[in-house]
């Protein structure tokens, strides 16, 4: 498509736009009286306005039928979370009995690597990629020392070569076949949060399984960003955190998948909790644990239906609006920001460089920019004008236009405030 970069053209890109009535359906906090240029759904999503709702209901329900809101509040709470099931299954490409949603994200994983990071003396290594995010290096590292292994030895993690931003999918898949009996684990982020890199999780899901080895992913930057088909693949089992692409608000709760292939070994080691028992039989208080057969088995304790609800509230707009159409806009949105910032560095000569990949099939909604010239000075620029994005150093913005509320008219007007604010800062 041949954009251009005029108001109006952004203007009839919007009209066009079958997911354009959306972005009324979010609130945005204002800076000088406006509503902001939202480019942080990657770090914290924006409230949708049917989210009170949901909660409200909750609230209600706790007043009116207090612990009998159990099993009588119109959504009961003691069950809350199965219907997240047909939703969310949509979202990440999975059977409903295979998601579920509990705890925060480290936790998941942390539980998830209790069932499938078992190792052995011969097989104990974990493959990841270089700069995870810190939480998952953490959370490995202390995985590994757990289990009386050293980190150094034990976590082997791929780096991008020389000179460039990506790492190659051969050379992860290389690795993989080189570790070879020794892997025990592959367990990476689906999109890398710095760069904005997505993996070919179907092809290292695959290598990871060929070298004997179970293959999770943590997809807190891809869930309700990239088109997923965990079940198709094979994955054993993946996490991902609620707030960022999926807007259900600070640090809410996190969605879990589980392979349908491991729903019936209840011998596969878990730290059990009384949600996950039996459903028909949890409340006869029995003493030996009997696994509900499904991503539900993994869960632990007593939902937190007041966090769970806004979760709800969102998962119910993605499955809505379709993640297709979804992914549609924000290819094009995507792509229509990166020839708006190289219209910018071609006026302003060359005061930046876009390190996510070019090839749309190795991003998703996110362009992660080296400032070569102005840094923090030019984020804070941004900021005070009504632009929010997300500062990482050393000098790196991250720009993540969510389709949901991110309009073509928010692109074209973000390109001439970074033009007017990197002129202004050079004139100093
Ligand atoms: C955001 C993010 C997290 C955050 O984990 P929490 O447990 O929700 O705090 C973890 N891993 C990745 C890859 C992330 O992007």
Known sequence: MQFQNTRAFAQEMDARDPLRAYKEEFIFPQINGNPVIYFTGNSLGLQPKRTRKYVDEIMKDWAELAVEGHFYAGKPWWDYQERFAAPLSSVVGAKPSEVTVMNTLTINLHLLMVSFYRPV???????????????????????????????????????????????????????????????????????????????????????????GAFVGWDLAHAAGNVKLELHEWGVDF???????????????????????????????????????????????MEPEFDPVRGADGWQV??????????????????????????IAKRDVLTAYLEYILEQVDAQTTGDFEIITPENPEERACQLSVFLHGQGRPLFDYLMKNGVITDWREPNVIRLAPAPFYCSFEDMYEFGQILRKGIDTLKAG
């Open 301 to 326: 304790s007593n939902l937190p239906v007041l966090s769970l609800a806004p979760y709800l509230a969102s998962v119910e707009m993605f499955a809505e609006a379709g993640m297709d159409a979804l």
């Open 238 to 284: 993946a996490a991902w955190c609620s707030y960022k692409y999926m807007n259900s608000g600070p640090g809410n709760a996190s969605g879990a998948f589980i392979h349908e292939k491991h729903h019936e070994n209840t011998d596969i080691p878990r730290f059990a909790g009384w949600w996950g028992h039996n459903k028909e039989r949890r409340f006869l």
């Open 121 to 211: 003396p011969k097989r104990y290594k974990i493959l990841c990629e270089a700069k995870a995010f810190p939480s998952d290096q953490y959370m490995l590292q202390s995985q590994v020392k757990f289990h009386g292994f050293s980190p150094e030895d034990a976590i082997v993690e791929i780096h991008r070569r020389e000179g460039e931003h990506r790492i190659r999918t051969e050379d992860i898949v290389n690795k993989i076949e080189e570790i070879g009996d020794e892997l025990a684990l592959v367990l990476m982020g689906g999109v890398n949060y710095y760069t904005g890199q997505v993996f070919d999780m179907e092809a290292i899901t695959r290598a990871g399984h060929r070298a």
